[in-house]
């Protein structure tokens, strides 16, 4: 079965211009998550989206917005790039919202640059 | 959110055990604790998780204490392929599933 998948795998932009990742969970998962891992640290938590709404959403500004699709798949859109936002960009899906006795299940990731 | 506490760095000979260990002691009695780990260039991957009794998986082993404070991610024989950086998380219940990484332990296998 195919794992989470994320699309593109790199992607070069400049600041100021915006950019869409997206992200197909594991057929059957429902919940989609995105985190964001600057180099050398942790990931951390952007969004998190189930049935197509936004049920949770991490420490970061409104340049950030996301959306669900009743397919599942999710995208994450990022306005007026910032130097800062050079990172790689996770999606994690799992089955349900909130069944904390599960895991969620990463992509590989989009690496984002910006110059 | 409980925080975990996790070794920097750990080094292990190929085809050795590998005990990996955090420390967690302000987890809440209903919180689990996941054990994740992350190779260069790609997205975590999940090894394991647990509540109070002792699992195991194909991949490893997670041994907690009686009193919930610290776990062992144990993997039995490792391997050159198991260098990583392994994350321990409790994770947080609540309004969503949000994993709180902090910068977990680089492990480095040896040959």
């Known amino acids: 079965d195919a794992g989470v998948t994320q699309s593109p795998t790199h992607l070069i932009k400049t600041r100021g211009q915006h950019v869409t990742l997206r992200c197909s969970p594991i057929?059957?998962?429902?919940?989609v998550s995105w985190y964001q891992q600057v180099l050398g640290q942790g990931p951390q938590f952007i969004f998190q989206?189930?049935?197509?709404?936004?049920?949770g959403r991490g420490n970061f500004p409104d340049r950030f917005s996301a959306r669900q699709f009743p397919n599942y798949s999710s995208e994450l859109n990022v306005n007026a790039l910032l130097l800062g936002d050079s990172a790689l960009y996770l999606c994690?899906?799992?089955?349900?919202?909130?069944?904390?006795?599960?895991?969620?299940?990463f992509g590989d990731g989009t690496r984002l640059s910006i110059l | 959110d409980a925080k975990t506490t996790q070794p920097t760095s750990m080094d292990c000979a190929e085809g050795r055990a590998a005990n990996l260990p955090c420390n967690h002691s302000t987890i809440s009695g209903n919180e689990y604790v996941y054990w994740y780990r992350q190779i260069h260039s790609q997205g975590p991957q999940y090894i394991i998780h647990?509540?109070?009794n002792n699992e195991t998986n194909e991949m490893a082993s997670l041994i907690i204490t009686e009193d919930r404070k610290s776990s062992t991610l144990i993997l039995p024989h490792a391997t050159l392929r198991d260098t990583a950086v392994y994350y321990c998380?409790?994770?947080?219940?609540?309004?969503?599933?949000?994993?709180?990484f902090g910068k977990g332990t680089k492990l480095t296998v040896n040959p």
């Open positions: 989206y189930y049935e197509k709404e936004e049920r």
């Open positions: 647990g509540l109070k």
């Open positions: 998380i409790v994770r947080v219940r609540g309004g969503s599933e949000k994993l709180v």
């Open positions: 057929s059957g998962h429902k919940s």
């Open positions: 994690a899906s799992s089955f349900n919202r909130d069944t904390f006795n599960q895991p969620q299940h």
